[in-house]
């Protein structure tokens, strides 16, 4: 079973669509994250969410938008895609004191 | 915020051993490291806890000293399977879950 899943695995889409990447874990943990990594391979944090509140939020563009149904998923809504949005984005999950990540979501932006 | 690695790359044959450095300006509950290959998601290698003891995995080990706010990561005798990129990634206080992760260090082991 995976433990954190994410879909999909790739997305290519234009400039200023809208966009959705949903996250899954299995693992009964209680905080999930969105890290985006950019080229150069580093992994920025953008969003930490406990028990589907919202615990960290960067400084992200307010077209990012996070939403936690429940402690099992936490989906990233992106508004009008740039340029710049093109990067691979992992969530994560966290259990006491390991965090365990998803396979990743390569988004290129056209 | 986020701690800073050194070296930002590595080249070792087979059989090496190589020293991985994770260093922060503030005082730090946590450190873990995590091993990514290339297209692949990071994979949780170990944790060290303030006040806890050196950590191994494998041929590869870990320690963390508070004083300093530093950790290393040890790889002894590597392996063609340790090549990959090397992060570690730090919290400031127990349960904040907020986890910094430095930029990387690249590690190719060559046969």
């Known amino acids: 079973d995976t433990a954190v899943s994410q879909t999909p695995k790739y997305l290519v889409t234009q400039m200023g669509n809208d966009k959705s990447i949903k996250c899954e874990q299995n693992?009964?943990?209680?905080?999930m994250y969105w890290y985006k990594q950019d080229s150069k391979k580093f992994l920025k944090i953008m969003f930490s969410?406990?028990?589907?509140?919202?615990?960290i939020n960067e400084t992200v563009p307010n077209r990012f938008s996070p939403k936690s149904p429940d402690k099992a998923h936490l989906n990233l809504h992106i508004n009008s895609l740039e340029l710049g949005d093109s990067a691979v984005y992992f969530c994560?999950?966290?259990?006491?004191?390991?965090?365990?990540f998803g396979p990743g979501t390569r988004l290129t932006v056209t | 915020q986020q701690p800073v690695q050194s070296p930002q790359a590595v080249i070792l044959r087979e059989g090496e051993d190589a020293v991985i450095n994770c260093s922060s300006s503030?005082?730090?509950?946590?450190v873990h490291w995590y091993r990514q290959k290339h297209g692949e998601a990071p994979v949780f290698l170990m944790i060290?806890?303030?006040?806890?003891e050196q950590k191994g995995h494998e041929k590869i080990s870990a320690s963390f000293n508070e004083k300093k706010q530093q950790s290393s990561l040890y790889l002894t005798a590597s392996q063609l399977s340790y090549s990959g990129t090397y992060f570690c990634?730090?919290?400031?206080?127990?349960?904040?879950?907020?986890?910094?992760f430095g930029a990387g260090t690249r590690l190719t082991v060559k046969p």
């Open positions: 990634g730090t919290e400031m206080f127990n349960g904040n879950n907020d986890m910094r």
């Open positions: 994560a999950s966290k259990g006491g004191l390991e965090q365990y």
């Open positions: 969410y406990n028990n589907k509140e919202l615990i």
């Open positions: 503030k005082a730090l509950y946590s």
């Open positions: 060290l806890l303030k006040g806890g």
């Open positions: 693992l009964g943990h209680d905080t």
